[in-house]
């Protein structure tokens, strides 16, 4: 089961919306992905138990964490006391913007789980009083300040942070952290892979090397990568017509495009766009 953000937005003029879960008694949620949107959760008080790319945890009061658009989760529990909050990936987009390459956003959405952290007694009060505040402005059109302020202070925290790496790999270059957002941020401005040493601030050599060495593929098999995962949410989500997607992505020519998508999802473009439109 995927949830799609069509669903939760409406028209799209509200930029976020918030569940509010205060359960006594048996609950589950199966399991499910995201297209479309990203989930900041937030467990108040209790136990919730889960299922995330295959992994059981459990988070307990103060537990803090994103769920990312392709993570797939279930939940269950009984006693419990939990928010979430659902984000549009335009607005992550934007907050990466914003914020820049300061804070080490692209990690925390190439970690191989989810990230997540545990919050004092002082921040979960605080926290909880922000998830009220989202809950109760989540049809305000002109709330979507609120919301930049709380993305902006509680992924900070996560982010800050930073998922454990593999003891015995080496760190990622800061630039790396960097660069990944910024492609994300210029797939439709006609990014190419020679702006990435410009972007990046070394060599088309260094990058190349890098990117094999922490991502496991050459730069123009990520930036492929990416612009196929943004045609496809955009086949979902748009009325555009293919080859205009295709060529604002930067794809050299339709028929590439047409190739590319139907190796990567094993249906052509057209049959992606039927198929999604009756999930």
């Not at 509010?20 to 609950?27: A, I």
């Not at 914020?99 to 926290?127: F, I, N």
């Not at 960097?178 to 210029?186: Q, S």
Request: hydrophobic share 40%.
């Amino acid at each position: 089961m995927w949830l799609d953000g069509r669903g939760i937005f409406n028209d799209g003029s509200f930029a976020y919306s918030v569940h509010c879960l205060d359960l006594r008694r048996p609950w589950s949620f199966a399991e499910h992905g995201h297209r479309g949107f990203c989930d900041l959760l937030f467990v108040e008080s209790g136990t919730v138990h889960q299922r995330v790319n295959g992994q059981e945890s459990t988070m307990t009061a103060g537990d803090l964490m994103l769920v990312r658009e392709g993570d797939r989760h279930a939940l269950w529990g009984s006693r419990f006391r939990y928010h979430n909050v659902n984000v549009p990936m335009a607005e992550w987009s934007r907050l990466v913007a914003y914020l820049g390459v300061d804070l080490p956003l692209a990690e925390l959405w190439s970690a191989p789980v989810p990230p997540r952290t545990s919050l004092d007694r002082a921040q979960a009060r605080r926290l909880g009083a922000d998830m009220r505040r989202l809950f109760d402005r989540q049809t305000d059109p002109h709330a979507r300040p609120e919301l930049v302020r709380v993305l902006v202070e509680w992924l900070a925290v996560l982010a800050i942070k930073r998922p454990a790496r593999a003891a015995d790999g080496p760190p990622r270059p800061a630039w790396l952290d960097g660069l990944l957002p910024i492609i994300d941020a210029g797939l439709e401005q006609g990014l190419q892979v020679t702006d990435l040493p410009r972007r990046a601030g070394v060599s088309q050599a260094h990058v190349s090397r890098t990117l094999r060495r922490h991502l496991g593929v050459s730069p123009s098999q990520y930036l492929n990568q990416r612009r196929l995962a943004r045609a496809a949410l955009l086949l979902a989500r748009t009325q555009r017509d293919v080859t205009d997607i295709a060529l604002s992505l930067g794809f050299r020519s339709p028929g590439y495009f047409f190739r590319l998508f139907r190796q990567a999802y094993q249906v052509t473009p057209a049959a992606w766009r039927r198929q999604e439109a009756g999930s």
